[in-house]
């Protein structure tokens, strides 16, 4: 059922498109002009969700929005669009309105339906044709013979590497993630520090986290694509319809009750992430954690500093249905890195976390 609505919104997103593509041929001015265009969604709401869960657009682009539930009354409400109508059984909501103002908008469940009503969200985001796009933050793994510890103090070779910060744009933004990576042809090396005023690593609060992705499918929407996703059914890695590998290391883990933990995972689509989630330790389908990480909090400073590494290529290469299931890097290679962080002193847990867009990684 759902994946043959998925199959549908693809079919209807294709035509959509070649329509969208042919008019804006057609309309196609050299000053660059346009009064905006039509643009038509079917978005299912369900417990706990909505699918597709971000809708992109154009600034001054005319919506309209066909809304049903899959199974129980919901609602949608987009505050900066003074939008909160409700979604009854078997009835179709229809909201049209002009998307005159830019920026990432969160729209939410606004009537309770169940235990996962507060996580039932997804994103509208307006893009400004006129703005200019947001230079690609590119992170150089630089290669060195030098041998680093993977201990969360840092190495001398450290200070000679270049870095690259990357911001949080969805959900918290504005964190910054100051990124260096080596590599020594064998293995690949990531030092990450951010700022975080309290160590969340005793198990008492949520926990501090921070994760890698590396986008495997090519189509991943948004790095770590994640931000809002519905976590009680729904682990909050999903990625759109892109397939990620993601690292994901902890302050603590609240499955063993272990400090310092690190996770070598993998998401695919919405639709199959459901069944199909990846964790090494605890739910093996497969394959090896190949991470190591070390994590230490730096108090002077308030800040985590964190140490990655894993063989640039390891053996996790196929895994039924999904194909890839970790990246594989090699020299002289460019590749789409994204990271997630969780504060956990403010109760940051799932999809309430700080997402970056997709930089780059090139592998020197
Ligand atoms: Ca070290
Ligand atoms: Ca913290
Ligand atoms: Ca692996
Ligand atoms: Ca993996
Ligand atoms: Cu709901």
């Known amino acids: 059922m759902a994946s043959k609505k998925a199959i549908n919104s693809v079919v209807l997103g294709a035509i959509v498109a070649v329509i969208v593509i042919g008019y804006v041929m057609m309309n196609y001015s050299p000053s660059g002009t346009t009064s905006g265009e039509e643009k038509s969604f079917d978005i299912i709401a369900f417990q706990w969700g909505f699918e597709p869960q971000f809708i992109e657009v154009n600034k001054g682009d005319h919506l309209t929005l066909n809304i049903a539930t899959d199974d129980v009354p919901h609602g949608i409400a987009i505050d900066e669009y003074q939008i909160n109508e409700p979604i009854m059984v078997e009835e179709n909501t229809k909201l049209e309105f002009v998307a005159d103002k830019s920026g990432t908008f969160e729209f939410y469940c606004s009537i309770p339906c169940g235990v996962g009503h507060d996580q039932q969200g997804g994103f509208l985001i307006v893009k ?128 063993t009750e272990t400090p310092n933990v690190i996770d070598d995972e993998f998401a695919g689509p919405f639709e199959q992430l459901k069944d199909h989630y990846y964790r090494d330790d605890d739910n093996n389908q497969g394959g090896e954690n190949d991470l190591s990480a070390a994590g230490i909090y730096d108090s002077d400073r308030g800040q985590w500093i964190v140490e990655i590494s894993r063989l640039l290529a390891t053996d996790d290469t196929e895994v039924p249905e999904f194909g890839m299931m970790d990246k594989q890097f090699s020299v002289g290679s460019e590749y789409k890195i994204g990271f997630a962080l969780w504060d956990g002193g403010k109760g940051e847990t799932a999809g309430n976390h700080a997402v970056t867009e997709w930089g780059k990684l090139k592998v020197d």
């Open 128 to 255: 400004d044709p006129s703005e200019p796009e947001q230079d690609t933050i590119i992170l150089t793994s630089t290669k060195s013979g030098e041998k680093i510890i993977v201990d969360g103090i840092i190495d001398e070779t450290w200070n000679n590497t270049p870095e690259a910060i990357f911001s949080t744009v969805y959900v918290h933004e504005n964190r910054q993630i100051i990124a260096k990576s080596l590599n020594d042809g064998e293995r690949i090396y990531f030092l990450l520090r951010w700022l975080d005023d309290d160590k969340n690593s005793d198990g008492k609060t949520e926990t501090d986290r921070i994760a890698l992705g590396f986008d495997i499918s090519g189509n991943s929407d948004i790095a770590m694509g994640a931000a809002g996703v519905p976590h009680v059914t729904v682990p909050q890695r999903t990625i759109g319809q892109g397939v990620v590998d993601i690292w994901h290391w902890k302050a603590f883990d609240s499955h």
